[in-house]
Structure formats: structure tokens, C-alpha cells
């Protein structure tokens, strides 16, 4: 039995998957569902969890070489939200997109992470070093 870390066996099945410079997304609860990429949804409520919240639990067990971020992130939030949103990047290379640029990423992702985050255009691409 696993006693530390992450518990979901589905998130767990998904990030062992995960290879070389592919790539995660972890989205906010409005985030337009993708039949062709394998969606684990965690939300329970608004912001339970929220996106900073999942980031920091993988980051002890997933290798994250690079982030993708909407650029419309920093102005649709106050300071205050977007620096909790941010904290959990800290220390990571982050790219800012265009909202349309991230979403053409999205394809290409191993698997998505669904979360209750409220935080608009919150979503995130994690690239796997």
C-alpha cells in the first residue's frame, strides 16, 4: 500500500507514462474537454484543488524541465491569486503564450489533469525533462 505521495492510482498510471520532453497539461474546471487525450478529473469544488496545488504535489516525483502558461493569466487575476498560482512554479522556466497557442499544445499531451481552480486562463503545460 502507498503510504506517501500521491495515492490516486490513475494520476499515478498517467505519470508513468510520462517521458523525455512530453508533456502534462494540468487545467482549470473550465477547460474544454479533449476526447483524445485521457482526462483524470480531481475537481471536488471550486478551488479543491486548484492547479498550484497539483503542481506541488508532482514535482517531488515528476521532472519538470519547462512550463507553458497562458499569457492572459497575468491580467485576468488579481496580484494576489496570481501569485499563488505562480508559487508552485517557482524555480522552473516558464513560457507565456497566447490563450489560442497554449490550447494548440494541448494535443500533443500525454494526459490532462483536471482541477476545481478558479483561477481564469490557469491552465499549464508541464514539459517532462
Do not use: C
Not at 44 to 49: G, S
Not at 89 to 117: F, M, N
Amino acid at each position: 500500500m502507498i503510504k506517501t505521495g500521491i495515492l490516486n492510482p490513475t494520476v499515478l498510471d498517467l505519470l508513468a507514462r510520462v517521458r523525455h520532453t512530453n508533456t502534462l497539461v494540468i487545467a482549470d474546471r473550465g477547460f474544454p474537454f479533449w476526447p483524445e487525450i485521457e482526462t483524470v478529473d480531481l475537481s471536488l469544488v471550486d478551488d479543491l484543488p486548484t492547479v498550484a496545488q497539483i503542481v506541488t504535489a508532482l514535482r517531488p516525483n515528476f521532472v519538470i524541465g519547462h512550463v507553458f502558461a497562458a499569457e492572459n493569466v497575468k491580467a485576468a487575476n488579481s496580484p494576489e491569486k496570481l501569485a499563488r498560482h505562480l508559487a508552485a512554479l517557482e524555480g522552473l522556466p516558464v513560457t507565456y503564450l497566447s490563450h489560442a497557442e497554449l490550447k494548440q499544445r494541448v494535443p500533443h499531451a500525454i494526459g490532462l489533469i483536471r482541477t476545481g481552480d478558479t483561477t481564469q486562463y490557469g491552465n499549464l503545460i508541464l514539459e517532462s525533462a
